[in-house]
């Protein structure tokens, strides 16, 4: 496995930006997928955000496409969530993950083996 740090979540009001990054140590994740889920209180954890091993193929989800915005930097064995236009329904801890297969990607919580603790993004009306 490896060990995931997340970055970046805070209060910010509606329609601002926040970005969210997780550094990635243990071992290098340069050929697995990398994904961003987040979970409300009371809500079970969705899916947000996926990216491929290349970096060439992304998923998000319906509710942020044409908002957030997924990347890497395999170098810095780190990936990125820029959030814009950020709604009150975005509010939830957001959590990093790591496919445990290398080169695929996908979208299901339950194909990433390694998380991060989650960080906090509030989103004030």
């Known amino acids: 496995q490896v060990l995931l740090v997340e970055s970046g979540g805070g209060l910010v009001q509606a329609g601002g930006s926040l970005g969210l990054s997780c550094a990635a140590s243990?071992?290098?994740?340069?050929?697995?997928?990398m994904g961003w889920f987040r979970q409300a209180p009371g809500k079970e954890r969705e899916f947000v955000a996926a990216?491929?091993?290349?970096?060439?193929?992304?998923y998000y989800a319906d509710s942020v496409k044409g908002r957030f915005t997924i990347s890497r930097d395999n170098a810095k064995n780190t990936v990125y969530l820029q959030m814009n236009s950020l709604k009150p329904e975005d509010t939830a801890a957001y959590y990093c993950?790591?496919?445990?297969?290398?080169?695929?990607?996908?979208?299901?919580?339950?194909?990433?083996?390694?998380w991060g603790q989650g960080t906090q993004v509030t989103v004030s009306s």
């Open positions: 993950a790591a496919d445990g297969i290398p080169y695929r990607v996908d979208t299901t919580p339950g194909r990433y083996d390694s």
């Open positions: 243990g071992r290098t994740v340069s050929r697995y997928a």
């Open positions: 990216i491929s091993w290349s970096g060439g193929i992304t």
